[in-house]
């Protein structure tokens, strides 16, 4: 069973308080209510972003299928500061989800805070590293993956101008694009690239702002960039709606998508002909693996590294567009698995 609760920071606690006691009335699995209950706490824009959060929702939605655990979710909102988000995770843990899995490095010192006040609860955080017993550190090598749509996008391009749409201008997103630049470089060295971030670090509204993506983009686009990838949460529709304004993949423009595979969700459903692929963060798989290692009895803890030897990143094939363009990436991908190639996760 899924609840999803969107309230307004000032009313959480005593909505979470409510919305957990009405919640002992009900079932799953035919009645019994779930042995396991599951906290996620979103980062802003939560379910529905067509990325980042969508892809934890994705994890989340497999345990639901595969062992009826009962769900909390919950969402922040671009204002939260450090006091809100601790809030939140303590409810959750006070109120018997175990585990609670915060998304996003934005909770990293509230989950400081809170993990050694419920030493019993298992934590996990996405694209962060809080040092605690009890606390699943969530990390992936975006580098790699953002590697192999590189390669894809300089194979693709008809211009030899690409573009890199970025949202928070923070390390997270920059190793996104040392990733992309070094894969789009290893198959044309003199391609260039083109980037924009839609926010400085702390700047929540990065991930939100399509407005700002889509200004960006067409600049792109009138500079004769044809193919833009787009790291940015939510603020990556702007793309979308830029490269659809310019006539889309009818015209040879492309997007290329981030976490989620966008091309099959809902969310992005009338962009879909003109995504040719997205860089998978196999945020899913993670959050999977934290709830299966609880139900199984052997919770995770410590520095869990999802790399694409570990199925952790990777790239999308929904589009049979990309068919064509998939052998250089696999090649590619191939010689970084085995270590001949070792991707930067910083720009040079």
């Known amino acids: 069973m899924r609840r999803i609760i969107k309230i307004a920071s000032v009313l959480f606690a005593g909505a ?20 396991i209950k ?88 996405v694209d962060s590293v809080v040092d ?29 101008k690409v573009g890199f749409i970025g949202g928070m201008e923070i390390d997270l997103i920059k190793a996104f694009q040392a990733g992309y630049e070094q894969g789009a470089r290893a198959v044309n060295p003199d391609i260039e690239i083109q980037v924009a971030y839609m926010g400085p670090a702390g700047d929540n509204s990065a991930w939100n702002a399509p407005d700002r993506a889509k200004i960006a983009t067409e600049g792109m686009i009138d500079s004769g960039v044809d193919i833009v990838y787009a790291a940015a949460g939510g603020s990556g529709l702007g793309m979308h709606q830029a490269i ?38 196999r945020v899913d798989v993670s959050v999977f693996e ?25 790239y999308s094939s929904s589009n049979p567009a990309v068919a064509t363009l998939a052998g250089v990436a696999d090649e590619y991908a191939e010689k970084i698995i085995s270590g001949e190639i070792v991707v930067s996760s910083t720009l040079n």
Do not use: H
């Not at 979470?16 to 019994?32: H, Y």
């Not at 601790?86 to 585990?99: F, I, K, M, S, T």
């Not at 934290?290 to 009895?297: A, F, L, P, Q, Y």
């Open 38 to 125: 599951v906290g996620l706490a979103y980062d802003s824009g939560g379910r529905g972003d067509g990325t980042f959060n969508d892809a934890a929702a994705a994890g989340v939605d497999r345990a639901v299928a595969e062992y009826g655990v009962d769900v909390n979710e919950v969402e922040a909102s671009d204002a939260d500061g450090t006091p809100e988000r601790a809030e939140r995770l303590r409810l959750l843990a006070a109120d018997g989800y175990n585990p609670v899995i915060a998304v996003g490095f934005a909770y990293s010192d509230a989950l400081a805070e809170v993990a050694p006040e419920f030493p019993d609860t298992t934590f996990g955080i």
């Open 16 to 35: 979470l308080v409510l919305a957990a006691c009405s919640s002992s009335e009900d079932t799953s699995n035919g009645g019994s209510e779930a042995e």
């Open 132 to 160: 605690a017993p009890n606390v699943a550190s969530l990390i992936f090598a975006a580098e790699q993956g953002s590697f192999l749509v590189g390669t894809i996008a300089a194979t693709a391009s008809k211009s030899g």
């Open 244 to 281: 659809a304004g310019a006539g889309g993949s009818a015209a040879g423009y492309w997007g290329i998508g981030v976490d989620s595979d966008e091309y099959v969700l809902p969310a992005r459903a009338e962009f879909k002909d003109n995504i040719i692929t997205s860089m998978l963060k």
């Open 290 to 314: 934290v709830i299966k290692s609880v139900v199984d009895g052997a919770p995770l803890s410590g520095i869990q590294n999802f790399d694409l030897g570990r199925d952790g990143v990777g």
